[in-house]
């Protein structure tokens, strides 16, 4: 098929080289042979929508960050369970204030970054194959929209049973998530009803990120409102016990352990 | 097809939404409802490359722009035809400057940017279509990397002679073209390597142009050497008389009506 991807670690090659672009440690993109050539993530939607974003983002330190993710830090206790550390953010934040922290990342690429950044502690895996054999937990952090890991109605039981199982009593999930819904955009306001007609929720985006060559197979990712969570959340070890919404369409919903 | 995109008018709607983030003219992309989100050009390679850049630098003012670019509007001269006017940042300088320009694109939204701008003197279509028809030039400059309308060896000849039935005795075109031989990027060596097998140059990119619902079909679009240029240029009505390659791998060619 022309033009199709090379399966592979997409988000792992990115923030190599944005971290190379940053810092010059690594080979950077150049273009012609010579001029740095700025790191783009692309995602791309099962209905043909594409979006690129520059991946710098992945790098900030914590000046550069949204306030949301400054109140996540600060709502943290005991030991930490960073899921999707990316490059290293947060980990390294928390890290540097004496909070012990755990970075879980599926990306290799990623957490060698991490690991070249300092940060200490990393698994390389799922929250369900950390759930075999890690240790236990007092919070766990879904920042950067990760509320995308609940994936939909399918996934979100399971999901939440793996950090169940990886929680000590009184634990908390932060996650940050955003209200799709919001939007006039005939392009997503469309998707939403396409994915409700089959039977999905309706910001729960079929999706594959590429970079360069590669590019993931297609997977789930969830854009929710709070209500929605709140569905998701029912009936599982955990409650909706917080929502911080001051930063609408964005916010930061805080689950307890039953 | 999973994520196939709408054939449409890529480059306008990009232009468009570029110019709306830059003057807040028109609907802006948004992030969640709210934030607006840069806008990102996608070029997709038949070999599953896939690279984004920002799309600004086509609204850049001349401060902004490369050293060969105020090179080459140095150098015009006469009746000006800007091959690819895209956003119309050349033509609106040499219109400033006094200079009689005619913008050309195939691109209607990219034309209606221009319009709103103020480039007075616009056309729509490609260059064999307005050499049916359009009035005579002494300059045409074919910027932007450019070089790459000429496709290769099976429609250089073909695009050059239309350039010359729009042509006044003495004409030059003056080309932006970039060496893509430098690299050594097994990422595009390889490609190079791909495509002589397959009989083209080795240069000769297989692209498409995505953005958002919309793509383009599979075109042609050229980077080659000097070399490889005035190859092509011999046994056609122009000569090449000039290179300026101060900013390698970039350079400037000028071909002069026989």
Redesign the interface.
């Known amino acids: 098929m022309?033009?199709?991807?090379?399966i592979g670690d997409v988000f792992g090659e990115m923030i190599r080289d944005a971290y190379a672009v940053a810092t010059g440690i690594g080979p950077r993109p150049?273009v012609?042979?010579?001029l740095p050539?700025?790191v783009?993530?692309?995602i791309?939607?099962?209905?043909?929508?594409?979006?690129?974003?520059?991946a710098q983002h992945y790098l900030d330190p914590p000046e550069a960050w949204q306030p949301y993710d400054h109140r996540a830090v600060d709502r943290v206790e005991g030991r930490v369970l960073d899921v999707g550390v990316g490059a290293g953010r947060i980990a390294l934040h928390l890290q540097a204030r004496g909070v012990p922290v755990t970075g879980l990342d599926t990306s290799e690429g990623a957490l060698r970054v991490c690991r070249h950044r300092g940060v200490r502690d990393l698994v390389w895996g799922t929250v369900d194959e950390h759930a075999d054999v890690g240790p236990r937990y007092d919070t766990f952090l879904l920042l950067g929209n990760n509320v995308g890991l609940f994936e939909g109605r399918d996934r979100a039981p399971a999901f939440l049973a793996a950090l169940a199982a990886l929680a000590r009593p009184g634990a908390t999930i932060i996650a940050h998530g955003?209200?799709?819904y919001?939007?006039?955009?005939p392009?997503?306001t469309g998707y939403h009803e396409l994915n409700r007609r089959r039977g999905r929720l309706g910001g729960q985006l079929?999706l594959?990120l590429?970079?360069?060559?590669l590019?993931t197979g297609?997977f789930d990712y969830l854009v929710c409102s709070v209500d929605e969570l709140a569905e998701l959340v029912h009936g599982t070890p955990w409650r909706l016990v917080d929502v911080d919404d001051a930063d609408?369409?964005?916010y930061l919903a805080t689950l307890r352990l039953r």
């Open positions: 022309q033009g199709e991807p090379t150049l012609g042979g010579r050539r700025p783009i993530e692309i791309e939607r099962d209905d043909g929508l594409v979006n690129g974003a520059p955003t209200d799709p919001g939007t006039t955009d392009v997503h079929r594959r590429r970079y360069r060559m590019g297609w609408r369409p964005y």
